[in-house]
């Protein structure tokens, strides 16, 4: 069974602070993605990686940040947190022969 | 830049109805399409591809080019099909081969009246 895991399903943080959202896939996965999904938005894309190191601004990068220093690992990083950051945050990969699969999602509250 | 708009926020029909979710694109190159499914609680999966033309849990979409769209559509809902629903496109990006986008709509939520 394919699967892509996110540390944390709940993370509460203060505003300022330094935030780690951490996503592992075992498909041995090129492409790797982060979307924030909001009510009324839908998914909004951060961040991809077609490779170990590189990295595309998506969207709405302004206030993320990225980090893949090995093929199966794809961090988001708020550099410092702001209530207008909370969200839920949803990680995938995928291959170019296969569709997108998705993390079970980290919902961030930043008070 | 591609675009991919979901017109309809909430969609609400009676068990045994027809289904139609509305998916239009905007994207100047060949597009690879898909619907991708969310229900209560769980993961955000595949539905269909474009590609495979396959009919999965009844339904089926067909991708319009002249009308730049690929809605979804079941001729006979059933409540289990209550979910969010997102209309997904793939294309290239421009840093290297084998990279890509994959830009979704805002989604529509279908709610299956008993």
């Known amino acids: 069974d394919v699967k892509v895991t996110q540390s944390s399903r709940y993370l509460v943080k203060r505003t300022g602070e330094k935030v780690f959202l951490e996503c592992v896939q075992d498909?041995?996965?090129?492409?790797m993605f982060w979307y924030r999904q909001d009510p009324g938005l839908g998914l909004r894309l951060i961040y991809f990686?077609?490779?170990?190191?590189?990295?595309e601004k998506g969207d709405i990068p302004e206030g993320y940040s990225v980090s893949r220093e090995k093929k199966e690992r794809f961090s988001l990083i708020l550099e410092s947190a702001s209530t207008n950051q909370t969200s839920m945050y949803l990680c995938?990969?995928?291959?170019?022969?296969?569709?997108?699969?998705f993390g079970q999602g980290t919902r961030l509250t930043v008070v | 830049a591609q675009r991919v708009t979901q017109p309809e926020k909430l969609l609400s029909v009676f068990k045994g109805a027809p289904v139609e979710l509305k998916c239009n694109y905007s994207y100047s190159g060949s597009p690879e399409l898909f619907w991708y499914v969310q229900y209560s609680r769980q993961r955000l999966q595949l539905l269909l591809r474009?590609?495979s033309r396959e009919s999965i849990k009844g339904f089926t979409a067909d991708l319009n080019k002249g009308e730049t769209s690929f809605h979804l559509k079941k001729p006979f809902a059933q409540e289990e099909d209550s979910a969010m629903y997102y209309c997904a496109l793939r294309s290239p990006a421009y840093s290297g081969a084998g990279s890509y986008q994959l830009t979704f709509g805002k989604g529509t939520k279908l709610s299956v009246i008993p």
């Open positions: 990686s077609y490779d170990v190191k590189m990295k």
């Open positions: 474009h590609i």
């Open positions: 995938a990969s995928s291959s170019m022969n296969t569709e997108a699969f």
């Open positions: 498909m041995d996965h090129e492409n």
